[in-house]
């Protein structure tokens, strides 16, 4: 079914407004949250594929019916990456989505006993993966959701984050950008392709040659070049972000 050019623009014109009146009213539940106290914790997950890892570039026959990749969980703010051991799960073209409830409780009990009431935004998994067929003004997830969210292979409940002093938002579908952790996951991909080699080593049999890469000591250095300057940085210019939009807002209303 095609929609007819008016009926079109007014459904994208209503969901964009839509988008915008929910980052105006996430920036603004986020501010008084820190104006209380509360500190900031980013939650999030990044795809690392296998061809990333190893260098290897599937060809282009099998480029479409393999998806392997490794799905990692983590997160940080401008303190640095939390104390909380990061999650990794292999995924392939089979991959099924098994919800862990208790990961998010354990991310909750160290946010506690490390900076004490923390807000958690975490951007969570399209409705689109979700459910078969929504409306799309119905896909628009509230930024203070009252039902578990999937983040990632994660599942993250807002009363178990209320249950240990924390409130857990949701970034709204247009403010993507206002979590430093694609600049987190950029640094740890940039030094994943640069050093690789470092961590590979060959072994020579009779007939073939194998390799064995430090997966475990790659993706910890590469964390490492996520320094705490770097977070400091990268959450200042998320701040920015924010306080640039919500005076463009003040300034289209006058």
């Not at 430090?214 to 964390?223: A, C, S, Y």
Request: aromatic share 10%; glycine share 6%.
């Amino acid at each position: 079914m095609h929609l007819k050019p008016n009926l079109l623009k007014a459904v994208t014109h209503l969901l964009v407004n839509t988008g915008k009146n929910q980052c105006d009213l996430y920036i603004k539940d986020l501010r008084r949250l820190q104006l209380d106290g509360l500190y900031t914790v980013y939650l999030g997950g990044t795809d690392i594929s296998e061809g990333l890892v190893t260098g290897e570039v599937p060809e282009p026959s099998s480029s479409k019916k393999k998806v392997n990749a490794w799905s990692m969980m983590h997160a940080g703010g401008s303190r640095g990456w939390v104390p909380w051991n990061y999650k990794l799960m292999f995924k392939t073209d089979q991959f099924l989505w098994s919800p862990c409830s208790e990961i998010f409780q354990e991310l909750c009990v160290s946010l506690s006993n490390s900076y004490g009431k923390c807000v958690i935004v975490a951007k969570p998994v399209n409705a689109a993966v979700e459910t078969n067929g929504p409306s799309m003004i119905e896909m628009e997830q509230h930024h203070c959701p009252s039902s578990p969210v999937l983040v990632n292979f994660m599942s993250c409940c807002p009363l178990v984050a209320q249950s240990h002093g924390h409130e857990f938002f949701c970034l709204p579908s247009h403010c993507g950008h206002f979590s430093p952790l694609d600049t987190a996951w950029s640094a740890l991909k940039w030094y994943t392709t640069k050093n690789r080699h470092e961590y590979t080593t060959k072994h020579f049999g009779k007939e073939s040659l194998r390799k064995t890469i430090l997966f475990k000591d790659l993706i910890e250095n590469g964390m490492e070049q996520m320094t705490a300057s770097k977070w400091v940085t990268a959450t200042s210019i998320v701040q920015k972000r924010e306080n640039d939009y919500l005076n463009r807002k003040r300034t289209a209303v006058v």
